[in-house]
């Protein structure tokens, strides 16, 4: 049974043309996490929540936010996608403080067109 | 801050041999967790091994096993009796154990193809 779920799988999206991104978890894991990652490299982080706290990395582009409205779900929003955005995007959780791995979704490809 | 190096692109393995892939860190933390992750051509991420900081011992699942020496701050990943189903991106990560952050950073990954 699927713990981290992402949808959609497969989004394409026009350039400039708002989109959200969702991740859901059964696990109740106090931390959340956001990746992009690109053909090839390894995965970047964005943004992580512990808990309700919104830690944004230092290089994450304006145009990416997200959201946590409760424990279970979490959505990132690309205000403006740019062709420099296509990517798969990762979502993952956590128990902070113990000696746990982090769970991964199956990944959203966006494509923009 | 965190820092994980990941030193091959790439590696080859023949088929039933056992394959080294390095991982060395840089953190600041004074507790912390080691994770290797395994990416196939799929794309899910799938976790195979972890290590405390505070472990004495070596982590082992199976056919991985991770060759922790702190000194060094290298925790390398050991897979014996490779298979083919083995071909895949394999990524080194930490995060911290404190309560305060737990942010987990990856390495550039490492590409292993298993020949028959």
């Known amino acids: 049974d699927a713990m981290v779920i992402q949808n959609p799988r497969y989004q394409v999206t026009q350039f400039g043309k708002p989109v959200t991104l969702s991740c859901s978890q059964t696990?109740?894991?106090?931390?959340m996490y956001w990746y992009q990652q690109k053909s090839s490299q390894a995965p970047k982080l964005l943004f992580h929540?512990?808990?309700?706290?919104?830690?944004n990395e230092a290089d994450t582009p304006d145009n990416f936010q997200s959201r946590r409205p409760n424990t279970s779900f979490c959505f990132l929003d690309i205000r403006s996608p740019g062709l420099g955005d296509a990517a798969m995007y990762l979502c993952?959780?956590?128990?902070?403080?113990?000696?746990?791995?982090?769970?991964f979704g199956q990944g959203t490809r966006l494509t923009v067109v | 801050a965190q820092k994980i190096t990941q030193t091959q692109p790439g590696m080859f393995v023949q088929e039933k041999e056992a394959v080294t892939l390095d991982c060395t860190y840089d953190?600041?933390?004074?507790?912390?967790?080691l994770f290797w992750y395994k990416q196939p051509s799929s794309g899910e991420m799938i976790f195979l091994i972890y290590?405390?900081?505070?472990?004495?011992q070596n982590a082992t699942e199976g056919r991985y096993s991770l060759n922790f020496q702190k000194a060094r701050k290298s925790a390398n990943l050991v897979i014996s009796a490779s298979q083919l189903g083995d071909s895949a991106m394999y990524f080194c990560?930490?995060?911290?154990?404190?309560?305060?952050?737990?942010?987990?950073?990856f390495g550039s990954g490492t590409r292993l193809l298993v020949r028959p």
């Open positions: 990560a930490s995060a911290p154990l404190g309560d305060s952050s737990y942010k987990l950073i």
């Open positions: 696990l109740n894991h106090n931390v």
């Open positions: 993952a959780t956590s128990r902070a403080g113990l000696n746990t791995e982090a769970f």
């Open positions: 290590q405390g900081s505070y472990d004495e």
């Open positions: 929540y512990y808990d309700k706290d919104f830690n």
């Open positions: 953190t600041s933390d004074q507790s912390y967790g």
